[in-house]
Every structure is written in C-alpha cells, then in structure tokens.
C-alpha cells in the first residue's frame, strides 16, 4: 500500500509558477506510474497529467500541455507538477494518486491511493 501527501500549494498571482510535491510512503512507489488529478470549486475531479514508472513517458490533458511538467524521483519517493503560466483557471485542489489499475491512464477509475490534495489558487 502507498500513502501520498502533496505539498507546495498556495497563492500565486496569474502568470506565476509553482511546484507541487507528492511524498510517498511504502517501498512499492516505483512501481507505478502516478498521476495529477485535480478539483475546481463546483466542478468534478479532472485528470492534469501521468508519468510512467521510469518516468520516461509523460500524457497531460489539454489545457495544460506545454505549461506543466510531471517528473518523479523514485530514490526520494517523489512526484513533481512543475505549472507554469498559471492562469485563475487552474485554480483548484490538486491531488496526486497511484495508476494502480488497468484502464485509461486519465480515468479516476485506473486511480488509487489518493492524497488529501493541496489547494492552489491563482489570482488575475
């Protein structure tokens, strides 16, 4: 079993950066690719992007290909969403889960071991 705890959240004014990390716990983290979920105020959870267990392969959804990056370090336990450009848009809670399952790497449903999210908020 893993237990993911992201940090780095906060507020940022749009056009600003900032780096959110997913700390895990157990010895299976790099089994898994991981994933970035995250939650708008009234909307449902939306997939932002994966990473493979290597971290050679990356998938972002569109809205935010070319502004963010995933990268994970698997001797530190550690997945990364590097999000640049930010836009109030991207204002959300954003959580970090293991691919876990079989399926579509953007389904929730391929998804466990979730965190408790970190609220990022941008400001125009």
């Known amino acids: 079993q893993v237990q993911l705890v992201e940090s780095g959240g906060g507020l940022v004014q749009a056009g600003g950066s900032l780096r959110l990390s997913c700390a895990a716990s157990?010895?299976?983290?790099?089994?898994?690719?991981m994933g970035w979920f995250r939650q708008a105020p009234g909307k449902e959870r939306e997939f932002v992007g994966r990473?493979?267990?290597?971290?050679?392969?990356?998938y972002y959804a569109y809205s935010v290909k070319g502004r963010f990056t995933i990268s994970r370090d698997n001797a530190k336990n550690t997945v990364y969403l590097q999000m640049n450009s930010l836009k109030p848009e991207d204002t959300a809670v954003y959580y970090c889960a293991a691919n876990v399952n079989s399926g579509t790497y953007y389904s929730q449903g391929s998804y466990a071991y979730w965190g408790q999210g970190t609220q990022v908020t941008v400001s125009s």
């Open positions: 990473i493979d267990r290597s971290g050679g392969s990356r």
């Open positions: 157990g010895p299976t983290f790099s089994s898994y690719p």
